[in-house]
């Protein structure tokens, strides 16, 4: 398949682009600078331009553009770069697919469309939540509305919390355990829906590769843990205690709203409809996936 893919220089990206070219796709690269390279193409979302002949010949567009949610506070104007970063750039590549016939677009969300979900098992026909997360993953689907009108197959990759030995969260979260700081966020009961990197890169590719899948669906890991499960795995794989827990207060009156979502609230989301298609998982238990990202 010939599939262009914005996005593709972030943690995600740079994985599912080197998986795609090993399964033998062609992989052309939206970039917002001159291109470098014969695989990339020049795009300005702001001003929806695209260069000309980038979906001549497509297949597919997988989009997994956006800034990060957590590492910077939420100040008005960063929640404003949080939506804009995401909507914009999903209707500018959803209007590219109606207007080229593109066959299927992927495009990313997170898991916190269902808000704070509590301890209730829930798979992707449960509703949208609420709060600021929710709020922004809703518009972000709702902005691929014209490549669903076109008729184009639509995935919403509701994405979980990758792990991966290359950064993201372990980047952040394996210093601090390694010295002896880790421990479980206010209660711990709290779901975190974790994903290892090999099997959100792996879920993308299946989606894209069987026509059948469609609409969202939740790339997290099968078998979902409270926090403080997550926190004891996390300090056995690094060889260290767990540490003194962080109090729900302390959170909130540091990080506000950003530390009450990101941090106190979570999802117990189950990967129903990539389990149903037949999707094997690399790694089932959550000690399994940090295993293999701590030990690379």
Request: net charge neutral; with cysteine; proline share 6%.
């Amino acid at each position: 398949m010939r599939v262009v893919i914005a996005g593709s220089s972030g943690l995600i990206g740079t994985a599912l682009v080197s998986d795609l070219r090993s399964a033998g796709h062609d992989v052309l690269r939206l970039v917002r600078r001159a291109p470098a390279a014969p695989d990339e193409r020049r795009w300005d979302p702001p001003a929806g331009r695209i260069d000309d002949g980038t979906f001549d010949g497509v297949d597919a567009v997988i989009n997994l553009n956006g800034v990060g949610i957590a590492d910077r506070p939420w100040s008005g104007s960063r929640k404003q770069l949080i939506r804009d970063s995401r909507t914009v750039p999903t209707e500018v590549l959803a209007a590219a697919v109606a207007d080229h016939g593109v066959p299927a677009f992927l495009s990313g969300s997170a898991v916190g469309y269902y808000g704070d979900a509590g301890g209730k098992a829930i798979d992707e026909t449960a509703p949208s939540g609420t709060g600021f997360l929710a709020e922004v993953c809703r518009e972000w689907e709702a902005a691929t509305q014209k490549a669903q009108e076109a008729g184009a197959r639509v995935v919403l990759l509701r994405t979980g919390l990758v792990l991966s030995p290359a950064g993201g969260l372990l980047g952040t979260l394996k210093p601090l355990f390694k010295a002896f700081l880790g421990g479980r966020l206010g209660s711990g009961t709290q779901y975190q829906p974790w994903i290892s990197l090999d099997d959100e890169v792996g879920g993308i590719r299946f989606a894209l590769e069987h026509d059948t899948i469609s609409g969202p669906i939740n790339l997290t890991g099968p078998t979902p843990v409270t926090n403080a499960q997550f926190t004891k795995a996390l300090a056995s794989a690094v060889g260290r205690p767990t540490s003194i827990p962080v109090p729900a207060f302390a959170i909130k009156g540091v990080l506000g709203a950003m530390g009450e979502e990101m941090l106190l609230s979570g999802q117990r989301a189950i990967p129903a409809k990539l389990q149903a298609a037949g999707y094997q998982f690399r790694h089932h238990a959550v000690s399994e996936a940090l295993a293999a990202a701590i030990g690379s």
